[in-house]
């Protein structure tokens, strides 16, 4: 089955513990993106990938890490979590097909940071 | 400022109405998305519009992108419950994979 699947789907953890959250997909996309969801505040992207070993700055980068050393995996580090990072995190992909594909998405991830 | 805005933020309507939700854009773009997203649960594509003038249809639902307006309209027709959810946009800024989306509109069909 064609999916992104994320892991931990849910984790609370305490300041400054460092965390990686796993993203992984098996559709061969070359396209992978993290973003991070807030109530008011909507789904704003933490970071992206265009292909392995590319990687670039979403809209709120800070305080985030990705490495994207295999095509299939795209994880997302917090070194140090802070609780302004209690949210809910998608990871998505995609082929880069014309520029412009769907994205499909993974479960989420809820993160409560204390 | 880069913004994404959509509107209305809430539409509450009656089974068998048409209605349009309208996501405007301040920046160069010609990749604009549409997802849906129920509530507790991941999103899901409904639409990639590509170009201008791109018209994209599914069911009760049809997108359109005017990429020289800067706008974006998702039109519900004969609205069901099921189409319950929350609608987002996004643009692709410059078209470079950086996406920015909308506040999402939470649509209520009622019986």
């Known amino acids: 089955e064609a999916q992104v699947t994320q892991n931990p789907r849910y984790l609370i953890t305490v300041t400054g513990k460092k965390l990686t959250v796993t993203c992984s997909q098996n559709?061969?996309?070359?396209?992978m993106s993290w973003y991070r969801q807030d109530p008011g505040l909507g789904l704003r992207q933490i970071y992206y990938?265009?292909?392995?070993?590319?990687?670039d700055k979403g809209d709120v980068p800070e305080g985030y890490k990705v490495s994207r050393k295999e095509k299939r995996n795209f994880p997302l580090i917090l070194e140090s979590p802070s609780p302004n990072q209690t949210s809910l995190y998608f990871c998505?992909?995609?082929?880069?097909?014309?520029?412009?594909?769907?994205?499909?998405f993974g479960p989420g991830t809820r993160l409560t940071v204390l | 400022e880069l913004k994404v805005e959509q509107n209305p933020l809430f539409l509450s309507m009656q089974e068998g109405k048409n209605y349009t939700i309208y996501c405007n854009y301040s920046?160069?773009?010609?990749?604009l998305y549409w997802y849906r997203q129920d509530p507790g649960k991941s999103l899901e594509s409904l639409f990639v519009?590509?170009?201008?003038?791109a018209v994209k249809q599914e069911g009760r639902l049809m997108a359109s992108l005017d990429t020289k307006a800067r706008l974006s309209t998702l039109h519900i027709t004969a609205a069901v419950h099921d189409l319950s959810a929350t609608y987002f946009c996004?643009?692709?800024?410059?078209?470079?994979?950086?996406?920015?989306f909308g506040q999402g509109t939470t649509l209520q069909v009622k019986p």
């Open positions: 990938s265009m292909n392995v070993e590319v990687t």
């Open positions: 996004a643009v692709d800024i410059w078209n470079t994979g950086k996406l920015i």
């Open positions: 920046t160069t773009s010609d990749r």
């Open positions: 998505a992909s995609s082929l880069l097909e014309a520029g412009g594909d769907e994205q499909f």
């Open positions: 519009l590509l170009s201008n003038g």
């Open positions: 559709m061969n996309h070359e396209y």
